[in-house]
């Protein structure tokens, strides 16, 4: 996506702990003019400057991230990558589901508010991700960028079937009604996911959501 000269990636990797899969992620973000790299499911407890600057390459050279959490230590992980030549990131704050963060660019003298997102698998845990969301809810006249991996739907068109959990659908409106978000749609593309099956689930669980200052 594009904002005032800023390019942002948003990608859910399905883990980093392989030396193949970060050789993509190294490949595919070399090949774009991205300021901004959002990553989610890193499934890395840590990172180094060595493997920061080997995804990011010369160009974004700056990173943070959130660590992977779960009894087994593999699940989630949030990382940002950028280019500290084009922006600025202040002010970061690493919650249970999200990395938020203030984001200056130098160019077009553009604030405002960035939150990515991994949202939880279990159904138990989707209503304190959703209690999350609502409590990062900016101060009025902040531009609020929402990104990243869900795990949920909020509409029935964002699945193929018509196995629906209401109830949490239900939930996710009212979460995005109570922050005063609304989706930037998806462009070319229905679905995000694929459970990989012969008769597969198909849901768009990959969102980006803005509110009206934006």
């Not at 904002?3 to 970060?22: K, P, Q, S, Y």
């Not at 600057?53 to 990173?63: A, D, E, P, Q, T």
């Not at 690493?94 to 553009?110: P, R």
Request: hydrophobic letters at 35%; one cysteine or more.
């Amino acid at each position: 996506m594009s904002a005032t000269n800023l390019e942002i990636m948003c990608w859910n990797v399905r883990g980093l702990n392989c030396r193949a899969r970060r050789d993509t992620v190294h490949e595919t973000i070399a090949t774009t003019s991205c300021h901004l790299v959002c990553l989610q499911e890193t499934k890395l407890h840590d990172v180094d400057q060595f493997m920061a600057s080997y995804l990011g390459g010369h160009r974004l050279n700056k990173f943070a991230f959130k660590p992977t959490g779960g009894l087994s230590g593999t699940r989630g992980g949030v990382m940002l990558l950028w280019n500290d030549n084009h922006l600025d990131i202040s002010s970061i704050n690493i919650g249970e589901f999200h990395v938020t963060a203030t984001v200056t660019t130098f160019e077009a003298h553009l604030t405002f508010l960035l939150t990515v997102v991994y949202g939880p698998t279990l159904s138990s845990r989707k209503h304190a991700f959703l209690h999350e969301l609502q409590q990062l809810k900016p101060q009025h006249g902040v531009q609020w960028l929402l990104l990243g991996d869900f795990s949920m739907i909020y509409k029935a068109s964002d699945k193929n079937n018509t196995r629906l959990n209401t109830s949490l659908m239900r939930s996710f409106r009212e979460a995005l009604d109570v922050c005063n978000l609304r989706e930037i749609h998806l462009q070319n593309r229905k679905f995000t996911w694929s459970n990989e099956r012969q008769n597969p689930t198909l849901a768009k669980l990959d969102q980006v959501f803005c509110n009206q200052e934006w």
